[in-house]
T-cell receptor, first 113, second 114 residues
Framework: AQKVTQAQTEISVVEKEDVTLDCVYETRDTTYYLFWYKQPPSGELVFLIRRNSFDEQNEISGRYSWNFQKSTSSFNFTITASQVVDSAVYFCALLGSQGNLIFGKGTKLSVKP | GAGVSQSPSNKVTEKGKDVELRCDPISGHTALYWYRQRLGQGLEFLIYFQGNSAPDKSGLPSDRFSAERTGESVSTLTIQRTQQEDSAVYLC????????????FGPGTRLTVL
C-alpha cells in the first residue's frame, strides 16, 4: 500500500522561530517521487518541492529546507525564521502507481507575530 | 501561458440536483487528474485521464460520480443527485504525457450542497 502520514495536525509558532513539519511515507516502489505543497488561506495549491528517491541530498531554498531519509521513510520540511506569511496548510505527497498524487492530511501552520 | 482553469469557481446547489464541474487543462497536457478536498482534509484522488481514456475509475466515490474528457482537452466531472457529503473543493490538475511527477493544479471549484 502507498500512504503518507503527517502526524502533526496543527502547529503554532511565534514569528522567527524555526519549525519542522514531519512526513512519513509508505511505498513498495524502489523508484518514487515525494512532494511538498503549500495551501494558503486563499486555497490554491502551491508547489514547493519534488524529490525523487535516487537523490537523498538535503535541499535548501532560502528559508526552506528538506530532509529526505530513506532509512526512516521520512521527508521532513523545515522553515527557518518563520514569518506570518508562512501561515498555511502544508501537504506532503507521494506519486502513486497510477500517476495520482497521494496526499497526507496536511499540517496547519500558524505563525503569530 | 495560461494555467489550468476550472469553472465555476463556486457552486451552491440543493441536495438531489445534478452538477457539472469543468476543467480546462494546459494546452498540450494529455494527462488530467481530478481530486477532491473535503473541509480540513487532504486531497483525495478521484480519476485520471490519459487523452480521453480513463483506465481506472475505482477512485470515484460512488456511481453518482462520472467524468468524461473530450479529446485531450476539457474534462467534465458530473455528480448526480448530490448529497451533503459531496460538499468539497474539487481540484483538477494536468501534466505532460508521462510526467505525472509535474502536475499543475487549477484553482478548484468549491461545491456546497445544501
Amino acid at each position: 500500500a502507498q500512504k503518507v502520514t503527517q502526524a502533526q495536525t496543527e502547529i503554532s509558532v511565534v514569528e522567527k522561530e524555526d519549525v519542522t513539519l514531519d512526513c512519513v511515507y509508505e511505498t513498495r516502489d524502489t523508484t518514487y517521487y515525494l512532494f511538498w505543497y503549500k495551501q494558503p488561506p486563499s486555497g490554491e495549491l502551491v508547489f514547493l518541492i519534488r524529490r525523487n528517491s535516487f537523490d537523498e541530498q538535503n535541499e535548501i531554498s532560502g528559508r526552506y529546507s528538506w530532509n529526505f531519509q530513506k532509512s526512516t521513510s521520512s521527508f521532513n520540511f523545515t522553515i527557518t525564521a518563520s514569518q506570518v506569511v508562512d501561515s498555511a496548510v502544508y501537504f506532503c505527497a507521494l506519486l502513486g502507481s497510477q500517476g495520482n498524487l497521494i496526499f497526507g492530511k496536511g499540517t496547519k501552520l500558524s505563525v503569530k507575530p | 501561458g495560461a494555467g489550468v482553469s476550472q469553472s465555476p469557481s463556486n457552486k451552491v446547489t440543493e441536495k438531489g440536483k445534478d452538477v457539472e464541474l469543468r476543467c480546462d487543462p494546459i494546452s498540450g497536457h494529455t494527462a488530467l487528474y481530478w481530486y477532491r478536498q473535503r473541509l480540513g482534509q487532504g486531497l483525495e484522488f478521484l480519476i485520471y485521464f490519459q487523452g480521453n481514456s480513463a483506465p481506472d475509475k475505482s477512485g470515484l466515490p460512488s456511481d453518482r460520480f462520472s467524468a468524461e474528457r473530450t479529446g485531450e482537452s476539457v474534462s467534465t466531472l458530473t455528480i448526480q443527485r448530490t448529497q451533503q457529503e459531496d460538499s468539497a473543493v474539487y481540484l483538477c490538475a494536468s501534466s505532460l504525457p508521462a510526467r505525472a511527477d509535474t502536475q499543475y493544479f487549477g484553482p478548484g471549484t468549491r461545491l456546497t450542497v445544501l
